[in-house]
């Protein structure tokens, strides 16, 4: 069992813009069908975990929730869960939610889909194994951090899908 950090990132290193944009990713040619796309990566997942920031970012743009696994938001706000989906809100330690993952990912892998601080408390607790980073053709300037941390990787894999740089990479220490 694997704990990923699989996003997309401008090339300067930000996630979403200040104003928590991702118009400038959304418009990018990507194949779904090509290296480290997304449903093949998704396919292998047990259990997410994501920011509220995030969390209320899918919430205002996706009319449906399609994450099928259960998903835990790290939140110290009352937020209310999609209908009928498996959304469990935390302000837990890590390490703690980190067990209840996987205990209902049943040897699948997890994913920290977000934000970047989130996907960096992983770190910091030794819970972080592989970051997956699609990189979109732009510069952003200012923005949501990819991952503020003091982390040493190493580069396992890369690809091009279409308009991405796609790094595959373990995290050492
Ligand atoms: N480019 C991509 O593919 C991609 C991927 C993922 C996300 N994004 C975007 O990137 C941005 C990320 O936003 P963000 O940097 O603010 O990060 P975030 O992790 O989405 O949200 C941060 C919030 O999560 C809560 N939180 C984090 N750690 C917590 C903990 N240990 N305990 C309790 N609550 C905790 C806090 O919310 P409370 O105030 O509720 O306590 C905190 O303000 C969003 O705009 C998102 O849409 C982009």
Redesign the pocket.
């Known amino acids: 069992m694997t704990t990923h950090y699989y ?3 401008s090339l300067d290193g930000f ?2 813009t200040p104003e ?1 944009s ?1 118009d400038w ?1 959304l418009k990018q040619d990507f194949d779904d069908e090509g290296p480290m796309a997304y449903p093949g990566f998704v396919a292998d997942i047990g259990a997410l975990a ?5 969390y209320e ?1 899918v919430r205002a743009h996706d009319p449906v929730w399609s994450y099928a696994q259960p998903t835990w938001v ?4 009352d937020l209310a869960p999609p209908a009928g989906a498996d959304v469990r809100f935390t ?1 837990g330690d ?1 390490r703690e939610v980190y067990a209840d993952m996987t205990a209902a990912a049943s040897g699948r892998d997890l994913w920290i ?6 996907a960096g ?1 992983f770190a910091d607790a030794g819970l972080l194994d592989e970051v997956w980073l699609q990189y979109a053709p732009v510069t952003l300037g200012a923005g ?1 951090p990819v991952l503020p941390r003091e982390l040493e990787l190493e580069l396992v894999d890369v690809a091009r899908n279409r308009a991405f740089l796609c790094g595959r990479y373990r995290v050492i220490r």
Not at 50 to 54: F, N, S
Not at 74 to 77: G, Q, V
Not at 113 to 118: N, P, R
């Open positions: 996003t997309a990132t996630i979403a928590h991702l990713l994501m920011g509220a920031t995030t970012w790290f939140t110290h706000r302000s890590v889909v977000g934000g970047g601080d989130l408390q949501s």
